[in-house]
């Protein structure tokens, strides 16, 4: 149909261009054109070429979705299609007659119960977001941290110490540790020897705290619990395997005031778990 309607129109359109003649002369009676002869053609009112519309391959009753060139298998629809009858499944037998749960094998022992297990995931585990003492240093001298109060797990979060996600708390690290030329206070939830070392070797200290995921979400977002209404939550204690690890106990809200150490906290910080 498409064919038949573009011939018709290309028979249409050479008919407009073609002034009164319908014979096509052979090559013997083509005389070469000459410019007094196109002059006159054009003073002769001929006016096929204002009547020349163009032709486009593409309409709007031929525009159709994008559809595959091979179409689906439709199983069961005749003899004929190559997939009726049992429709590729075969002759009897459970396959034939319905489905099995993924990773069944007949009978046998599966695949997953042949290869051995390699590896375990730790339930317990803890993940800490390291900072050094030298990205500390660079922000205290831009002035983004004030080095007289307290630098909590907040304040290095808003000033980009750290990144958002902070899954179980910040470990203080060592990097950058002789750019610390100042005492400096700082509650996290771990900290390296070297680290610990280079702030009280300037004046300062470090306190190792605990925060479940409730406490550390109240510390760093206490508008979240104003925005639905509710009490910040009590500091939790550390679970008994964990008290060897942690100083003291997180304080909410956030504080910006160190609690000093007193001498039987600094022996048991010193003494190894």
């Known amino acids: 149909m498409i064919r038949r309607r573009l011939l018709s129109s290309l028979i249409s359109s050479t008919s407009l261009l073609t002034p009164k003649t319908t014979l096509i002369p052979t090559f013997s009676q083509i005389q070469p054109f000459k410019e007094s002869d196109f002059n006159n053609y054009f003073a002769n009112g001929a006016s096929g070429f204002m009547g020349f519309r163009a032709y486009s391959l593409l309409s709007l ?35 034939a007659r319905g489905t099995m749960k993924f990773g069944f094998e007949g009978g046998q022992t599966p695949m997953r119960r042949r290869l051995p297990k390699r590896g375990f995931k730790n339930p317990f585990s803890l993940t800490f977001q390291p900072v050094g003492l030298g990205k500390i240093a660079r922000l205290i001298n831009a002035g983004k941290i004030d080095s007289h109060e307290l630098i909590t797990m907040k304040t290095l979060k808003e000033t980009g110490a750290i990144g958002k996600q902070i899954k179980d708390g910040v470990r203080l690290m060592g990097r950058g540790a002789e750019k610390i030329q100042w005492p400096i206070h700082l509650e996290v939830s771990r900290v390296t020897v070297r680290a610990k070392e280079a702030v009280e070797a300037a004046g300062g200290s470090v306190r190792r705290v605990h925060y479940n995921q409730l406490g550390l979400r109240a510390l760093l977002k206490p508008e979240w619990f104003e925005k639905k209404g509710r009490l910040l939550p009590k500091a939790a204690r550390p679970p008994p395997k964990l008290r060897g690890k942690v100083d003291s106990i997180g304080r909410l809200p956030a504080p910006t005031k160190p609690i000093p150490f007193y001498t039987e906290e600094k022996e048991a910080a010193s003494t190894p778990a």
């Open 61 to 95: 009753n031929d525009l159709r979705d994008n559809v595959p060139r091979k179409q689906k298998t439709r199983k069961g629809r005749g003899i004929g299609s190559g997939k009726g009858k049992t429709a590729g499944r075969g002759h009897k037998g459970q396959k």
